[in-house]
């Protein structure tokens, strides 16, 4: 299974921030069968005025991880400009 995270926001640096910290604490108790890459600009870096950064994980076992996507978002309080999102099994890495 494959999760893509996506952050956006209409200030470059704070959607970068924000996604960079969530990473941070969703890799402190990740599921141990789960891979990750580096937190990286979208594709299509800037769409209707916002700044888009991404951020993909791949497990075998889907429910462990969102069980912990969950619970590590339920813990943060994001700034009111920023849009976190995630995509499970994405067809599109746009």
Sequence with gaps: HVVLIGCRSRQQTLAEFTLHSFATRVREKLPAETQYGEVCPSP???????????????????????????????????????????????????
Aim: net charge positive; aromatic share 8%.
């Design 44 to 94: 299509l870096t800037k769409a209707h005025g916002q700044y888009r950064f991404q951020w993909l994980l791949r497990s075998t076992r889907l429910r462990p991880l969102l069980a912990h996507i969950q619970s590590v978002l339920s813990t943060m309080t994001l700034p009111e400009d920023v849009m976190l999102t995630w995509d499970v099994d994405a067809m599109s890495l746009l």
